[in-house]
């Protein structure tokens, strides 16, 4: 009997030493565990070129995640954002004098010019966009691409609108933040103004662009006019020969 109590007492005290450790390297661990300094990320260790626009590379990295969708479907965005660019202003579709023949936008999307047409500005998004890190080497890239393109400074201009619908199109509500709308906003006016200096167009005399309803007004009016013109006329005859 005291052999079995001894026993017991000594496994209880074995036991008990095994929990006493095993709590005091549980507190060595929380202990330890409080004094881990995480490592710092490696988008927050990285510096943004001072010759962009972004004030960190968060934003940069925002770009590159988005633009990822895009890529899925690049020759689509680019067409889309063609399209846009016609639509809102038809007298640029005269720069290219290949497309004036086709009328409506599933024939620009089925014609091959169109298509290449559309890519050129893409092209240069491309590859600033993967060269965001290496600012040189994206500035080659656009003293490459750019004086092949028919554009003016004003179309220039009048391309980030289509540019910007196309992003929030492919990208969706939820994605495209007004974070994201600001991080590419700044990504397009560096490459207008890159681009910019590699263009030899220049812009036409613009014509008044004048709606049906506003010409057929304005003809009424020059009518009603000489006719004015006419009456008076006749009254000045009518007063000479009252004269004489």
């Not at 929030?168 to 709308?181: C, K, M, P, W």
Request: charged content about 30%; some cysteine; glycine content about 2%.
């Amino acid at each position: 009997m005291g052999a079995l109590k001894s026993k017991f007492r000594r496994s209880k005290s074995s036991s008990r030493k095994s929990k006493d450790s095993k709590t005091s390297n549980d507190t060595g661990n929380k202990k330890s565990k409080r004094t881990i300094n995480l490592p710092e990320s490696q988008s927050a260790r990285k510096t943004v070129d001072p010759r962009l626009p972004f004030t960190h590379y968060r934003q940069i990295f925002s770009i590159r995640n988005a633009w990822k969708a895009v890529q899925r479907s690049l020759e689509d965005s680019a067409m889309e954002t063609m399209i846009r660019f016609f639509r809102y202003h038809p007298q640029f579709k005269k720069k290219y004098p290949d497309l004036e023949k086709l009328a409506d936008d599933e024939q620009l999307r089925s014609s091959e010019p169109f298509k290449e047409h559309a890519m050129d500005m893409y092209n240069i998004f491309e590859s600033v966009i993967t060269n965001l890190e290496e600012v040189d080497k994206a500035l080659d890239e656009i003293s490459y691409d750019a004086p092949n393109l028919p554009f003016t400074h004003r179309m220039l201009e009048e391309y980030r609108k289509p540019f910007i619908e196309t992003l929030r199109i492919v990208l969706g509500s939820d994605r495209f933040t007004e974070a994201t709308e600001g991080s590419f906003t700044l990504l397009y006016q560096f490459i207008q103004q890159e681009v910019g200096k590699h263009i030899s167009h220049t812009d036409e005399p613009e014509e008044p662009e004048i709606a049906n309803g506003e010409i057929t007004n304005v003809q009424a009016d020059v009518e009603a006019h000489t006719e004015d013109i006419v009456d008076d006329t006749a009254v000045q005859v009518d007063l000479c020969d009252g004269d004489t």
